[in-house]
């Protein structure tokens, strides 16, 4: 607890020279990072995640006010560190055609067009009913309804219909179905192009046993360390996993056609999930 008090007063100090929508955000973050609740786990230690997520400048008074509703109204956006890598990344590769798969409330789209030229075009794909008049009302708001595209329904059933070439492909949608949406994934990413998938680590559950996984969890533990094994042993691919927000896994398709190994295959050759000792 002690740790703790530091911790809080040394970066509380950071949030008031903060713009006020930014530094409510940080101190809620600040709580969640330094009172840790039973059964969580953090992908790098605390001190650390604290500091880096204090450097953060914001994103410009929509997102920031756009990301504080979210928090509060408990709809997922991507983390600080995931906001800083996406940025870099597009400021790096300039991509022209994006796609996202999970829109949520539009947070991340928005970053992406945000942080793009004027000529980029978003398709975004979303199933969830609820929040698709809500994003689309963002994308307006913020500007960017004519670059940005909202396709309703099933990801993959859409993703079908989709013709190639994307320069980036950004997954954010159900955990579990990450295997399963990775051949169309594959079929629409351009040869040099990206693909970025946040929150593979799963709040650290990756690296535990089977048996440590809450059981109603265990299905999505289980095809989430499939996925990054094939993406990490897929020739065609260069694949990195980065302990950035709840986990980034990144894959540059350096081939034209790459072939994914039988699911029956990679399962078999992922780590044994059925070791009861502890830590894989």
């Known amino acids: 607890m002690q740790r703790h008090g530091a911790i809080r007063r040394a970066f509380i100090h950071k949030s008031i020279t903060m713009p006020a929508t930014r530094a409510w955000e940080f101190r809620k973050r600040l709580r969640l990072y330094t009172e840790p609740r039973t059964g969580e786990a953090m992908i790098i230690e605390e001190r650390m995640?604290?500091?880096?997520?204090?450097?953060?400048?914001?994103?410009?008074?929509?997102?920031?006010?756009?990301?504080?509703?979210?928090?509060?109204?408990?709809?997922?956006?991507?983390?600080?560190?995931?906001?800083?890598?996406?940025?870099?990344?597009?400021?790096?590769?300039?991509?022209?055609?994006?796609?996202?798969?999970?829109?949520?409330v539009g947070f991340s789209?928005?970053?992406?067009?945000?942080?793009?030229?004027?000529?980029?075009?978003?398709?975004?794909?979303?199933?969830?009913?609820?929040?698709?008049p809500e994003a689309r009302a963002n994308f307006e708001a913020a500007g960017y309804g004519h670059r940005i595209t909202l396709l309703e329904g099933d990801a993959l059933d859409v993703m079908r219909t989709l013709e190639p070439p994307y320069d980036l492909i950004f997954m954010d949608a159900a955990k579990g179905q990450y295997i399963r949406f990775l051949p169309e994934v594959l079929r629409l990413l351009r040869q040099g192009g990206m693909l970025i998938s946040d929150n593979v680590l799963q709040e650290g559950d990756i690296i535990e046993s089977h048996y440590a996984v809450e059981r109603r969890n265990r299905t999505i533990y289980r095809r989430m360390r499939e996925y990054l094994y094939?993406?990490?042993?897929?020739?065609?691919?260069?694949?990195?996993?980065?302990?950035?927000?709840?986990?980034?896994?990144?894959?540059?398709?350096?081939?034209?056609?790459?072939?994914?190994?039988?699911?029956?295959?990679?399962?078999?050759?992922?780590?044994?999930?059925?070791?009861?000792?502890?830590?894989?």
Do not use: W
């Open 49 to 104: 995640s604290v500091y880096l997520d204090s450097l953060d400048a914001g994103n410009g008074e929509f997102l920031d006010e756009l990301e504080k509703k979210a928090i509060e109204n408990e709809v997922p956006v991507i983390r600080p560190g995931m906001q800083s890598l996406l940025k870099t990344l597009l400021a790096y590769g300039r991509p022209k055609r994006i796609l996202e798969v999970g829109t949520a």
């Open 109 to 132: 789209a928005i970053l992406m067009a945000a942080n793009t030229d004027e000529d980029c075009r978003i398709t975004t794909i979303e199933n969830y009913e609820k929040r698709i």
């Open 230 to 280: 094939v993406l990490k042993h897929t020739k065609g691919l260069a694949a990195s996993v980065l302990p950035v927000g709840d986990g980034a896994a990144l894959a540059v398709k350096l081939l034209s056609s790459v072939q994914l190994p039988p699911r029956e295959y990679s399962a078999v050759q992922n780590a044994d999930l059925q070791n009861p000792k502890g830590p894989l």
